[in-house]
């Protein structure tokens, strides 16, 4: 999940995506759990409702407060400048990523997976073009926005920091890792630079949409 906010001394989000300091973007990573995540809920609930980015449909849901989506120890989380994740994948996002994931059901995933691409999204563009030379029509085929990821960038000489000194300050964190045996902490050299949770000056940008 990608909660993202831009720079108030620029005109707007786009006009922001153009500078190295432009957006600031919290990363929460999710890990499949066999029980549902009830924060999720109320979103998970509209999916079918909004399963077409092209018929545009507007819905409401409940208002749910961001720190609810965060993880237990908000405080432990990576930064680095780096860059949007699509194209033109523009450097210009300082980044923080939570240490400790949150979780999602294969039943809630299911209903992100069922969702469709949008008609400008270009790898429906790319799969249009391919049945036009394919069979010489256009079929009216939409693609599901799954396996979405962008390839891998050059790093550009950036260093990541973390903004806690060890792995194991919080027992209970500790435990929670033990818990998770498929999670396991990074051997990162300590005494890295700390950095506040969000930089400031910057706003969500659902604020301006």
């Not at 909660?3 to 929460?28: E, F, P």
């Not at 989506?69 to 990523?97: E, M």
């Amino acid at each position: 999940m990608h909660i993202v906010s831009w720079n108030q001394k620029y005109m707007n989000a786009d006009d922001a995506a153009k500078y190295t300091d432009g957006l600031a973007v919290l990363s929460i990573l999710f890990r499949l759990s066999t029980r549902d995540n009830p924060v999720l809920e109320p979103v998970i609930q509209v999916l079918p409702e909004v399963r077409d980015p092209d018929d545009h449909t507007l819905i409401t849901i409940p208002a749910t407060s961001i720190k609810h989506f965060l993880p237990k120890f908000p405080d432990r989380y990576f930064r680095y400048h780096g860059s949007l994740t699509t194209p033109n994948c523009n450097q210009a996002v300082i980044w923080s990523v939570f240490e400790q994931p949150q979780f999602i059901s294969e039943r809630q995933l299911n209903y992100f997976r069922q969702m469709l691409a949008s008609s400008t999204h270009l790898e429906t563009k790319l799969q249009r073009q391919l049945d036009l030379a394919t069979n010489g029509r256009v079929f009216s085929r939409r693609i599901r926005l799954i396996d979405n990821f962008r390839p891998i960038y050059e790093l550009h000489g950036r260093h990541v920091y973390r903004s806690f000194k060890h792995f194991d300050v919080k027992p209970s964190l500790s435990k929670y890792y033990k818990e998770q045996s498929c999670f396991k902490p990074f051997d990162f050299k300590s005494g890295s630079k700390s950095y506040p949770l969000k930089p400031p000056n910057y706003l969500p940008i659902l604020s301006k949409y």
